[in-house]
């Protein structure tokens, strides 16, 4: 039987999390811009069900994603679920879109009226009174104040229908900015063995200032896998976001697609080494890092699930952080840090 994935304090929230925890961006559909390709709804269902049956204790989700539907789903698998089962929801806003228009351009909003607005969709969508954590989605560009949106999101957790107010893809002037009004509960970073920015300066500033952060995309969108392929990119849905962003697109095509699976490939030694996939060391490695809580990993079927709790159990060794930071240094140079700092005894 698989052991419960370990748990950590989140900040100063007063809860703890499991150290990896279910992502629902692909379970979205294939009905909005920024989708996975075609997705089932059941297998969707069953995903997130399975991940709370192995000791996962949050799901991540965004009003976004699926235009709505992610959240949709969330709420079917917590209207299921006794009181004392229901895991953490932490949900997320200012990514707006029009009804007239699934596949149109998100606007990034965070105008307090588009803020509380938002609040109260999700936790219609969702079923529940109260979210766990509400988030910033990414920074406005309407021209709203930052004070002005996260003096109204302290307003929502005031009322009770946020737990605690969080920020996803902030920058450091930006958590400095929000942190002189209203402490900064959460930080949502991008970070991977393939982008590591976040570990050169937001992760570092969370961990002095006792921000909990959980992490997205700790297997890059799937290369981070373990049967992940050339062939797997070619069989993508046309429409799949992987496909043509303008930001990403590139890390699934030559040359860094071969980068990419060879970088992943120099994990298998330290996969069989702690009888664990190379996914759980992907996640393992970015949960190595001092100040993340928690990691984000996304699944659309249950044996998707099975792939990456182990990250849960596993903990890494310095010579094998080392094994890996050569690894990354090797494949993927110069795009921040590759090694945590060595732990000391």
């Known amino acids: 039987m698989t052991a419960p994935p370990a748990r950590r304090p989140l900040g100063r929230t007063g809860i703890d999390i499991s150290v990896v925890g279910a992502g629902t961006w692909a379970i979205g559909g294939a009905g909005w811009k920024y989708n996975w390709g075609p997705q089932d709804d059941a297998s ?34 917590l209207a299921g679920l006794p009181d004392a089962d229901r895991p953490h929801v932490f949900t997320k806003c200012g990514l707006r879109w029009s009804d007239a228009d699934r596949f149109g351009d998100l606007q990034n909003n965070l105008r307090p009226a588009s803020v509380r607005m938002e609040c109260e969709a999700s936790l219609r969508r969702l079923g529940v009174e109260r979210v766990d954590a509400l988030q910033f989605h990414w920074p406005d560009k309407t021209g709203a104040l930052v004070e ?26 930006l958590l400095e900015t929000c942190e002189k009004i209203r402490h900064v509960e959460m930080l949502q970073p991008p970070f991977s063995l393939i982008i590591r920015d976040s570990a050169a300066d937001v992760i570092p500033w969370c961990a002095e200032h006792g921000t909990g952060v959980i992490v997205y995309s700790p297997m890059q969108s799937g290369l981070l896998t373990d049967d992940f392929s050339a062939e797997r990119v070619a069989l993508m849905a046309p429409g799949d976001w992987r496909r043509w962003h303008a930001a ?89 840090p590759a090694r945590p700092p060595a732990r000391v005894a």
């Open 44 to 77: 969707s269902v069953r995903a997130l069900r399975r991940a709370l049956d192995l000791g996962v204790n949050w799901i991540d989700t965004a009003a976004a994603y699926g235009i709505g539907h992610a959240e949709e789903i969330v709420g079917r698998v």
């Open 248 to 336: 990403l697109a590139h890390e699934f095509t030559p040359p860094r697609l071969e980068q990419n699976l060879a970088l992943r490939d120099s994990l298998r030694p330290v996969a069989e080494r702690r009888q664990t996939t190379v996914a759980a060391v992907a996640n393992a490695w970015v949960l190595s890092w001092p100040g993340v809580t928690g990691a984000i990993a996304g699944s659309r079927s249950p044996d998707q699930v099975d792939g990456w709790i182990g990250a849960g159990t596993v903990t890494l060794t310095d010579a094998d952080l080392e094994e890996i930071g050569r690894a990354a240094e090797r494949f993927r140079p110069g795009a921040g």
């Open 148 to 173: 002005d949106s996260w003096g109204e999101l302290g307003n929502l957790a005031d009322e009770g229908k946020v737990r605690f107010p969080a920020v996803s893809n902030f920058d450091v002037d």
